[in-house]
């Protein structure tokens, strides 16, 4: 009688798993390392801080189409990168050929121009990919497509060799470099704040273009259930296209960003950024795009502070490894990101 | 011949086969024998090639007991003398003659490393991305055991051609590859015991994470944690040459060192290359061996259950992750062995070797061959590897010399482009193209195993049951 009693529980124990202890002991270490070399190199901090913040917002728009790619199709888009870069080129020779001189006014304007003229450049690529590439293969085993991303991706790579050579391509540098404001003793100059001021108007625009729209309806839709939505009438390879150009006009305003901003570029520096955005994207929670950002935030402040900090620092020779070691374990440990979904893999 | 006739009739297709395999011969072969005939390759080995090629393909061989020997052993006859006759051969339009012995071996390695690749993608269907960097943990493991590096501790063990005075651990060459296969594959397994609870794509981008942060890991090797493990940059070189030793070679004859090797055989000049073209070429049959067998276990079917149906293969009993690590473990050990003979080939390893554009390669050889196909992944292999060693240069030399500007000869048609164009540079582009082709036009590859082709062509369940939880 009292044994069966004693059986009965009312509140399970708090037993957290060895996974989520792990985790937890190292984003522990992490903070009392951020810490550290705080307490140590203030100024250092902001520094890198700043830079990191700059970075993310570059790495963002990249994630932004990895992850509106991701919701739809589920696709790893490789290319993604390259685009990026190719239009990162395209910003090149246009600085090269036009804006070398340019202030004021004008340069508003022709920046404005190359902007425009630039995504749709890569909007077209990443279309015309989609359309010749990945149509065909929506209903192959889900390793197909992958293994194609991975092909257009070489491809584009050696375009861009071919197009600019394997040095990298020095732009011109056009952006003011005015003081905005200064951050313990540290200067934040306008190059900078302009793209941060880019990144985050597009985040809120394409929250609104996929919550709130037709068309926004329409890919959330296809991307929960593609045959079910064409029977709702929805033109799901329309609807596909349009996110590929989403993406592709996306990776082209980065590439702007990302040429004017580091003033040079180079063939397979693309396929590196991708792969950290992917990161990024896979860290924020994939498909989630708010998630994109912060995730790019996340990784480009670790790389900055890992390349500028002194204090138990792996250093700049690391920082890919970091950032895949990043990747791992988000993937091992928590697959559906910092503000994702459940997702079948995460169980 | 009345027996022969009885024989037949007891397979009645036998008549069939061989009509469709000579129409396919005569359709195919024709034209080809023609073009290089035409070509200027018109020589009697031409002749006999084609002749043997007709011999091996066109009768159903596998009709007769150990009939299916024939073919293998025809194959492994052309390659065992491959060295002999190969300065005799003709040359192909465009591509160029034959490959040389030394782009042999190459090919050979990298035969092996697409058999590992295949047991992981072909049999299991796991996609891996980073399978360069079971390569590069062979290369450096044939590198520790096998050269100065390690100079504080002077550790001699059936090593040739190496002062027993010089420091370093040296250990025989076969054994360091067994080490080299082993330690690998231990690799492979605490790789994959996280990972490969992911599905599909996630396991393929943690397997590019891992294949990615290797190269940097040996790069910057020469000062973690304060030791030199892998020389940085430079790499780690000389490796000592494989051979059997003095006492061996004094007993039986065998080769005692590889590199000092000299000899002449059949009027032709046996060097250390052509003993490297023969180990290789062990090596592969072992490697043929083994996923043959693998494959038609107990495990092997399990991995291909797991390939066209995870869920329903772990509803049967398969135990999912045992047997997802032990294809990891058996693709990594062929990758060792290949990786670690590769350094031991090139007397040296470099961390510049093991970018992510040799596991692409390396897939590149499977998926054009055929997953799972162990014929379609040896010819995918072969040729790829001579495309990236000898065929692209070859190619790029006939395209500039035809219509570059800069072209002088006397063959030149017309100016396409200005200047030379550096053909090897885009390989990679060449093979992103081979890929998406082979894809978009054939997923199951040139000579696929008719179960693969299946699955590519009516879909398999390989989506998850169950849906995103919202």
């Avoid at chain 1, 529980?9 to 984003?27: H, T």
């Avoid at chain 1, 929805?234 to 980065?254: D, E, P, Q, Y």
């Avoid at chain 1, 580091?262 to 992917?278: K, Q």
């Avoid at chain 2, 100016?415 to 060449?430: A, C, K, R």
């Amino acid at each position: 009688m009292s044994n069966d009693q004693a059986r009965i529980r009312f509140a399970p124990a708090f037993r957290p798993s060895p996974l989520s202890v792990s985790g937890a002991i190292l984003v522990g270490l992490l903070i009392i390392w951020l810490g550290v070399n705080f307490v140590k190199e203030p100024s250092e901090f902001y520094g890198l801080f700043l830079i990191g913040l700059t970075n993310g917002a570059v790495y963002g728009l990249v994630a932004l189409g990895y992850s509106l790619v991701y919701g739809i199709l589920e696709l790893i888009n490789f290319a993604h990168g390259d685009v990026f870069m190719l239009g990162g080129m395209l910003v090149a020779t246009m600085t090269t050929a036009w804006f070398a001189t340019t202030s004021g006014l004008g340069l508003w304007v022709g920046i404005s121009a190359m902007l425009l003229v630039t995504v749709a450049f890569c909007a077209t690529i990443n279309t015309t990919i989609e359309l010749v590439a990945y149509r065909r293969l929506r209903n192959a085993p889900r390793l197909a497509p992958l293994i194609t991303a991975i092909g257009m991706s070489f491809i584009l790579q050696n375009i861009g060799l071919r197009w600019k050579g394997a040095r990298p391509t020095s732009v011109p540098d056009i952006l003011p470099r005015g003081e905005v404001f200064t951050l313990g003793g540290v200067a934040y100059t306008w190059n900078r704040l302009i793209v941060v001021l880019f990144t985050i108007p597009v985040l809120l625009a394409l929250i609104w273009l996929v919550q709130r729209t037709r068309q926004g309806k329409a890919m959330r839709a296809t991307a929960q259930d593609r045959e079910a939505a064409a029977m709702m009438g929805i033109n799901v390879n329309r609807t596909i296209s349009f996110t590929f150009l989403l993406a592709g006009g996306l990776a082209g305003a980065a590439g702007l960003l990302y040429a004017l901003y580091f003033t040079n570029v180079r063939f397979d520096e693309g396929f590196r950024i991708g792969l950290i955005a992917f990161t990024a994207a896979v860290l924020g929670g994939i498909g989630n795009l708010p998630g994109a950002v912060l995730g790019s935030m996340v990784i480009a402040m670790i790389e900055s502070f890992n390349n500028g900090f002194g204090w138990a620092t792996p250093g700049s020779d690391w920082s890919q490894s970091i950032v895949f070691s990043i990747l791992i374990l988000i993937l091992v440990f928590r697959p559906e990101g910092l503000l994702g979904e459940r997702t079948p893999e995460g169980a | 011949m009345d027996f022969f006739r009885a024989w037949l009739k007891a397979r009645p297709d036998y008549e069939q086969v061989v009509r469709r395999r000579g129409k396919r011969a005569l359709v195919f072969g024709t034209p080809a024998f023609l073009i290089l005939a035409v070509s200027g390759a018109a020589s009697l080995a031409l002749v006999l090639l084609t002749v043997v090629a007709v011999v091996l393909y066109v009768p159903a061989w596998n009709y007769y007991r150990y009939g299916r020997w024939v073919v293998v052993g025809g194959v492994l006859l052309l390659a065992v003398f491959y060295p002999f006759y190969q300065a005799n051969l003709f040359e192909f339009p465009i591509f160029g003659g034959f490959p040389s012995v030394d782009t042999g071996v190459t090919m050979l390695i990298y035969i092996m490393m697409a058999l590992g690749l295949n047991i992981v993608v072909g049999y299991a269907g796991l996609l891996d991305l980073g399978y360069v960097a079971f390569y590069a943990m062979g290369a450096y493991t044939a590198a520790w055991f096998a050269s100065q590096h390690f100079h504080q501790v002077n550790v001699h063990f059936g090593a040739v051609g190496v002062n027993p005075s010089v420091p370093g651990i040296h250990i025989s060459i076969w054994i360091v590859l067994l080490i080299a296969a082993i330690f690998t594959a231990v690799v492979g397994v605490i790789i994959g015991f996280p990972t490969l609870r992911l599905r599909g794509d996630y396991l393929a981008i943690v397997t590019l994470g891992f294949g990615e942060i290797m190269p940097q890991v040996a790069r910057n090797g020469d000062h973690l944690f304060g030791q030199n493990i892998t020389n940085g940059p430079q790499g780690i070189n000389p490796i000592d040459p494989p051979g059997f030793g003095d006492t061996l070679n004094d007993a039986t004859g065998v080769p005692s060192d590889y590199l000092t090797f000299n000899t002449s055989f059949l009027g032709h000049t046996i060097s250390g290359v052509e003993l490297f073209f023969w180990t290789a070429l062990v090596l592969v049959l072992v490697t043929v061996f083994c996923s043959v067998r693998l494959r038609d276990s107990r495990l092997g079917r399990a991995w291909i259950a797991i390939r066209e149906d995870e869920t329903a293969a772990a509803a049967m009993g398969v135990p999912l992750m045992r047997t997802k690590t032990w294809a990891y473990a058996a693709g990594a050990f062929f990758g060792g062995i290949a990786g670690a003979y590769y350094a031991a080939f090139k007397s040296g390893t470099f961390p510049d070797d093991f970018f992510f554009n040799i596991s692409v390669f390396i897939l590149c050889m499977v998926i054009l061959g055929g997953m799972g196909n162990i014929w379609g992944v040896i010819i995918g292999g072969g040729f790829l590897a001579y495309l990236n060693q000898e065929g692209l240069g070859n190619i790029g030399g006939w395209l500039n010399n035809h219509f570059s500007g800069a072209s002088t000869s006397s063959d030149k048609w017309f100016t396409l482009w200005s200047n030379e164009i550096d053909v090897p540079l885009y390989s990679s582009g060449i093979f992103g193209i081979i890929l998406v082709l082979v894809m978009l036009f054939r997923p199951e590859g040139l000579i696929p195993s008719s179960r693969r082709k299946a699955e590519f062509r009516e879909g398999v369940s390989d989506e998850p049951l169950y849906d995103v939880q919202h």
